[in-house]
T-cell receptor, first 112, second 112 residues
C-alpha cells in the first residue's frame, strides 16, 4: 500500500524554465511533508518542508504547495539549473511521529 | 564527525551469509533511523531508535533483520541468512529532534 505516490518517474526541463514535481498521498493523518533531493551515490538531502497548517512555503528558488483537500503537494523550482538534476523524493509524517513515508522518487533532468 | 557515516559503502555477499552494516550518527542526535531503497523503489522504513525508548521495529521485513544501537550512538543493522531480495541500498539517518533527518551515503548491499 503506497501511501505516498510520485506518479512521474522522470521529468526533463530546460535550464531557466520551471520544474514542477508532483506528489499525492492517501493517509489523511499526514500533517508534515518534506522534499528530499538525492544525487547518485549520496544520501538524500533535505530540501524544503511544509506543515499542514500552511498551503505554501518558499525558500529561494524552491516553493512547495500543499492542497489538503486533494491530498496533493508539488515542488516548484524556478529557474531550473543543471545542478538541480537529481532524484527528488516526497515524504510525509503524522503528528509527532518522526517516521517518514517516502514516495518512489522523480528523476529530474535539467537540460542546457 | 560532521555527518552520518556508514560502513561499508559497498558489500557483496553470498546468499545465506550474515552481514552487518554500521551507522555512526551525528554526535548528539538522539534519533536514528534505518531505511532501504531497492531498485526502482522509494525509501522503505526499517527501524527507528529514539533515545532510551524501545525501538520502532515495525518496518523490519522479516525476523532475519535486527538492529542495535549501543550507548545511544552507533547502530548496527544485521541481516542473517541473506537472500537476493535483500539487495538494496541501506540508508541510515539521524536527527536531533525526530524531524529534519540527515542521511548517510548508504551501504550498497549485493547478495549473489
Amino acid at each position: 500500500d503506497q501511501q505516498v505516490k510520485q506518479n512521474s518517474p522522470s521529468l526533463s526541463v530546460q535550464e531557466g524554465r520551471i520544474s514542477i514535481l508532483n506528489c499525492d498521498y492517501t493517509n489523511s493523518m499526514f500533517d508534515y511533508f518534506l522534499w528530499y533531493k538525492k544525487y547518485p551515490a549520496e544520501g538524500p538531502t533535505f530540501l524544503i518542508s511544509i506543515s499542514s497548517i500552511k498551503d505554501k512555503n518558499e525558500d529561494g528558488r524552491f516553493t512547495v504547495f500543499l492542497n489538503k483537500s486533494a491530498k496533493h503537494l508539488s515542488l516548484h523550482i524556478v529557474p531550473s539549473q543543471p545542478g538541480d538534476s537529481a532524484v527528488y523524493f516526497c515524504a510525509a509524517s503524522t503528528g509527532t511521529a518522526s517516521k517518514l513515508t517516502f514516495g518512489t522518487g522523480t528523476r529530474l533532468q535539467v537540460t542546457l | 564527525g560532521a555527518g552520518v557515516s556508514q560502513s561499508p559503502s559497498n558489500k557483496v555477499t553470498e546468499k545465506g551469509k550474515d552481514v552487518e552494516l554500521r551507522c555512526d550518527p551525528i554526535s548528539g542526535h538522539t534519533a536514528l533511523y534505518w531505511y532501504r531503497q531497492s531498485l526502482g523503489q522509494g525509501l522503505e522504513f526499517l527501524i527507528y531508535f529514539q533515545g532510551n525508548s524501545a525501538p520502532d521495529k515495525s518496518g523490519l521485513p522479516s525476523d532475519r533483520f535486527s538492529a542495535e544501537r549501543t550507548g545511544g550512538s552507533v547502530s548496527t543493522l544485521t541481516i542473517q541468512r541473506t537472500q537476493q531480495e535483500d539487495s538494496a541500498v541501506y540508508l541510515c539517518a539521524s536527527s536531533p529532534t525526530g524531524k529534519g533527518y540527515t542521511f548517510g551515503s548508504g551501504t550498497r548491499l549485493t547478495v549473489v
